[in-house]
């Protein structure tokens, strides 16, 4: 897909202009978490570790061969809620995060994307299903920071509170002051638009390819990107200078 809109920019626009605060994903819209550390050798790690205390019947063929470390832990945490078991997994995985972001790469105009929109006085949160660990290690290594904290909002001990659960959005305005129309979610999966619209915030897909566009619509998204430069766009013309 190229860099080019893919919604009406009066639509886009409106969404941009009327967001006091912005509720960003973190792996799609910021960053590609994995792009140098394999999701899947991730969760295929995560599986054999499984396998080596004896536990591999707790995952179907399917969950063993899923290429999503995040679905390796939920399944073990639906059938062991609570456990230390699945403590002890979602810390290997936050280890596993914390090494990505050594490689991980910045989204396509992200960067500016969020100086210029801090600047024109918006506020930030991320909300995320990955480790806020993480999400710090890697915004502190970009000097973007401060530009979220303390607003991070990733992966707690209550994995079925995860999106599409509605609560680290919830969570994010609550702390923040903020009311559902004052704000906007950026996200790239159905899990994201679906908790925007259970906490009643306005949503901004980000689809970098066909399938995860299609995947987007069907969950509902109405306006839907697949470049952040759009978004830049409109920030810098209704602001020049910026």
């Given at each position: 897909?190229?860099?080019?809109?893919?919604?009406?920019?009066?639509?886009?626009?409106?969404?941009?202009?009327?967001?006091?605060?912005?509720?960003?994903?973190?792996?799609?819209?910021?960053?590609?978490?994995?792009?140098?550390?394999?999701?899947?050798?991730?969760?295929?790690?995560?599986?054999?570790?499984?396998?080596?205390?004896?536990?591999?019947?707790?995952?179907?063929?399917?969950e063993r061969?899923?290429?999503?470390?995040?679905?390796v832990l939920?399944?073990?945490?639906?059938?062991?809620?609570?456990?230390?078991?699945?403590?002890?997994?979602?810390?290997?995985?936050?280890?596993?995060?914390?090494?990505?972001?050594?490689?991980?790469?910045?989204?396509?105009?992200?960067?500016?994307?969020?100086?210029?929109?801090?600047?024109?006085?918006?506020?930030?949160?991320?909300?995320?299903?990955?480790?806020?660990?993480?999400?710090?290690?890697?915004l502190d290594?970009?000097?973007?920071?401060?530009?979220?904290?303390?607003?991070?909002?990733?992966?707690?001990?209550?994995?079925?509170?995860?999106?599409?659960?509605?609560?680290?959005?919830?969570?994010?305005?609550?702390?923040?002051?903020?009311?559902?129309?004052?704000?906007?979610?950026?996200?790239?999966?159905?899990?994201?638009?679906?908790?925007?619209?259970?906490?009643?915030?306005?949503?901004?897909?980000?689809?970098?390819?066909?399938?995860?566009?299609?995947?987007?619509?069907?969950?509902?998204?109405?306006?839907?990107?697949?470049?952040?430069?759009?978004?830049?766009?409109?920030?810098?013309?209704?602001?020049?200078?910026?």
């Open positions: 897909m190229t860099d080019e809109t893919t919604e009406d920019p009066n639509v886009l626009r409106s969404l941009i202009t009327r967001a006091r605060v912005v509720l960003w994903d973190f792996d799609g819209p910021i960053c590609r978490l994995f792009a140098g550390h394999k999701a899947e050798q991730v969760a295929k790690e995560l599986v054999e570790w499984l396998e080596r205390q004896g536990l591999s019947g707790l995952l179907t063929e399917k061969e899923h290429p999503d470390p995040q679905v939920r399944a073990v945490d639906r059938r062991h809620p609570d456990s230390d078991l699945v403590a002890e997994l979602e810390e290997r995985l936050t280890q596993e995060e914390l090494h990505a972001v050594f490689s991980a790469m910045p989204t396509p105009y992200a960067d500016p994307v969020i100086r210029t929109w801090l600047a024109l006085g918006s506020r930030f949160a991320v909300v995320t299903n990955n480790s806020a660990h993480a999400v710090r290690s890697y290594g970009r000097r973007l920071l401060s530009g979220f904290a303390p607003h991070i909002y990733g992966r707690t001990n209550r994995l079925d509170l995860l999106k599409p659960h509605p609560h680290c959005l919830v969570h994010a305005l609550n702390t923040m002051g903020a009311a559902p129309p004052d704000a906007l979610m950026i996200g790239d999966s159905p899990g994201d638009c679906r908790a925007a619209a259970e906490a009643g915030v306005r949503f901004l897909g980000y689809a970098t390819s066909e399938r995860k566009h299609a995947e987007l619509r069907a969950a509902g998204a109405d306006v839907i990107e697949c470049s952040l430069k759009s978004v830049l766009d409109i920030l810098r013309s209704d602001h020049p200078g910026r």
